[in-house]
C-alpha cells in the first residue's frame, strides 16, 4: 500500500497543487469520480485520464514508484472486464479506462494533500467518533508500521519466511502479528489513559482551523471545471 | 478477503448509491450502540486495530494472490459495533489508494460488516459450547463464506447494468450512423433477440465470474481462519481480558 511513501509525498511535497487546499483537490476528485460515473465516451475518459496524469507528473509524483498503485485496479479491472465483457475490446477498454482514471484521480489527491486535512474535511460529513476513528487508525499505523518492519526483518533473518512455504510463512506472521498486536493493544490501553487525562470527548481531536482558501485552490477548481466542460460538450 | 475490487465506473449509479445509504444506516446504528459503551475507553483500540487490519493486509503470503482482512478478529476484540466502525475505517483508508473503487466502498462496508456481525455473534454462541479454536475457525469460515456469497450475490444483482453500459455505448455510435426512421421496423425483434442474449450472456458472466473469485476467495478463506485461529488463542493465553465476549460476560456475572 505504501501509506508512509505516500504520507511523506503529502507532506513533503512543494509543487501548487499541494499548495492548494484538501477542500478544492476533494472538488476535483469527486468531479473526476462523477465524469468517470456517468460518462461512457471513450475519448473524454482518456483525456481526462492524460489530465490527472499530468497533474501527477507536474506535481512531482515519482510515477515510476507508484505506478503499482495504478496497476492494482487495473489488473481487477481487466479480470472484471474479461469475466463480465467477453469479447467485446470496446467494453473493457472502457472499464480499464474508467478505474485508470478513477485510481488516478485519487492517487492525485493523497499523494499531494496531507491525509489528516482529508479526515478533515470528511468530518463534517461523519459522525466524530468515527473522524477520531479515522486520525487515531492513520497515527496507529505508522507505529506498528516501524515494529512490523522489524519484526519481518527477523523473521526473513531467522529463516521464517519462504516464498513457497505458505503454512511456515502463515504460522511465522501470526506468530510476529500476534506480538505486535498485543504491544499494540496496550498501547491502546496506555493512549485510552492519555485521554481521559486530557479531558476526553469525541470531535475534539480535530479542533480547531480546517479549512483556509488560498488563491493556490484555482488550479483544482479551473482542472475540474475544464473536465465538467469537456464533459458538457462531449 | 470478500471485499469488491469492482473499479469506478461499472456498476450504475442505482446500486452504489444504495450501498452508500445502507452503509450510512449501518454506521448510524453502530455509533448510536457505541455510545452506550466507554467511548473514550474503546476508541484507541479500535484506532489500533483499524491500523492493524491495514497493516496485515500488506504481509505477503508467498505466491498465493489473497491477502488477510482479520474482520472477524477485530469484531471479537472490539466488539460487533466497533467493528463495523474498524471496517467502515479500512475501507476508506484502501479506497483512497485505489484498492477497491470509492464509489463501491458502500457496498464494500456492507459486505465486510456482514462478515463482522456473524462473526462476532457465531463465535460469542460457539465460545461456551466448544473449544476456543473450534470457535473461532467455524465463526470466521461461516462469515467468510456467507460474506463472498453475499458479494457473488452483488455482482450478479448488478451485473445488468454492465451489460448496459455496454450496449448503451455501441447504441450511441450506431445513432449516429442511422436515422431514427430507418432503425424503427427493427425495434421489435431487436429488443426480444438482445433481451434473451442478454439474459444467456449475463448467466454465462456470472458463471465465469464465480469460477474466477470462489477459489481463490476458498483459500483465502482457509488461510484467514488459521490465522485469526492462531491469533486469537494467542490472544487468549496473554491477555484473555481482551476479548470482547469475555468482558460482556464478565460484565454480566458482575
Known amino acids: ?234 | 478477503m470478500s471485499h469488491l475490487h469492482i473499479p469506478d465506473g461499472v456498476i450504475a449509479p442505482v446500486w452504489f448509491i444504495c450501498g452508500y445509504l445502507g452503509m450510512a444506516a449501518l454506521l448510524t446504528l453502530a455509533v448510536r450502540q457505541v455510545s452506550r459503551e466507554e467511548v473514550a475507553s474503546k476508541i484507541p483500540r479500535l484506532g489500533v486495530l483499524s491500523a492493524f487490519m491495514l497493516l496485515a493486509m500488506n504481509i505477503p503470503l508467498g505466491f498465493i494472490p489473497t491477502h488477510l482482512n482479520l474482520t472477524v478478529l477485530a469484531a471479537i476484540l472490539l466488539g460487533p459495533w466497533l467493528g463495523v466502525i474498524a471496517v467502515f475505517v479500512v475501507n476508506l483508508l484502501l479506497a483512497l489508494v485505489g484498492h477497491g473503487g470509492i464509489t463501491v466502498m458502500g457496498l464494500n462496508v456492507l459486505v465486510l460488516s456482514s462478515e463482522a456481525l456473524l462473526g462476532y455473534y457465531l463465535f460469542a454462541a460457539l465460545r461456551q459450547r466448544v473449544r476456543l479454536e473450534l470457535a473461532t475457525a467455524t465463526a470466521t469460515v461461516v462469515a467468510l463464506t456467507a460474506s463472498l456469497a453475499l458479494m457473488i450475490g452483488i455482482v450478479g444483482l448488478t451485473q445488468i447494468d454492465l451489460l448496459w453500459l455496454l450496449q448503451e455505448h455501441q447504441h450511441g455510435q450506431e445513432a449516429e450512423t442511422q436515422t431514427a426512421a430507418t432503425m424503427a421496423p427493427q425495434i421489435e425483434g431487436d429488443v426480444q433477440e438482445s433481451e434473451a442474449e442478454g439474459r444467456h450472456s449475463q448467466h454465462t458472466s456470472l458463471n465465469r465470474f464465480v469460477m474466477l473469485v470462489v477459489p481463490i476467495g476458498m483459500v483465502g478463506i482457509v488461510l484467514e481462519a488459521i490465522a485469526v485461529t492462531l491469533l486469537t488463542s494467542f490472544i487468549l493465553k496473554v491477555r484473555p481480558d481482551l476479548i470482547a465476549c469475555q468482558d460482556r460476560q464478565t460484565e454480566k456475572g458482575e
Open chain 1, 1 to 234: 500500500m505504501h501509506l508512509a511513501d505516500i504520507d511523506y509525498l503529502a507532506f513533503q511535497g512543494n509543487s501548487l497543487w499541494h499548495k492548494a487546499s484538501a477542500l478544492s483537490k476533494l472538488f476535483f476528485t469527486l468531479v473526476i469520480i462523477c465524469v468517470v460515473v456517468i460518462s461512457r465516451e471513450l475519448p473524454l475518459l482518456l483525456f481526462t485520464l492524460a489530465l490527472t496524469l499530468a497533474l501527477l507528473v507536474l506535481a512531482g509524483v515519482p510515477l515510476r514508484s507508484f505506478c503499482h498503485l495504478l496497476l492494482y485496479p487495473a489488473l481487477f479491472a481487466s479480470i472484471f472486464a474479461f469475466s463480465r465483457l467477453g469479447t467485446s475490446w470496446v467494453g473493457a477498454a472502457l472499464v480499464l479506462v474508467k478505474s485508470l482514471t478513477a485510481a488516478t484521480a485519487l492517487i492525485l489527491l493523497i499523494t499531494t494533500t496531507c491525509i489528516p486535512a482529508i479526515f478533515g474535511c470528511l468530518r463534517l460529513l461523519l459522525p466524530p467518533l468515527i473522524a477520531d476513528a479515522l486520525l487515531l487508525t492513520y497515527r496507529s499505523f505508522f507505529t506498528l508500521l516501524g515494529q512490523l518492519g522489524s519484526f519481518m526483518t527477523a523473521l526473513r533473518l531467522k529463516g521464517g519466511y519462504a516464498p513457497l512455504k505458505i503454512m511456515l510463512n502463515l504460522r511465522s506472521a501470526a506468530g510476529a502479528l500476534g506480538v505486535l498486536l498485543i504491544h499494540s493493544l496496550e498501547a491502546s490501553e496506555r493512549m485510552h489513559r492519555v485521554l481521559v487525562l486530557r479531558g476526553y470527548r469525541p470531535g475534539i481531536i480535530f479542533a480547531g482551523k480546517w479549512y483556509r482558501p488560498t488563491w493556490y485552490d484555482l488550479g483544482p477548481v479551473l482542472g475540474a471545471l475544464v473536465v465538467l466542460f469537456g464533459a458538457v460538450l462531449v
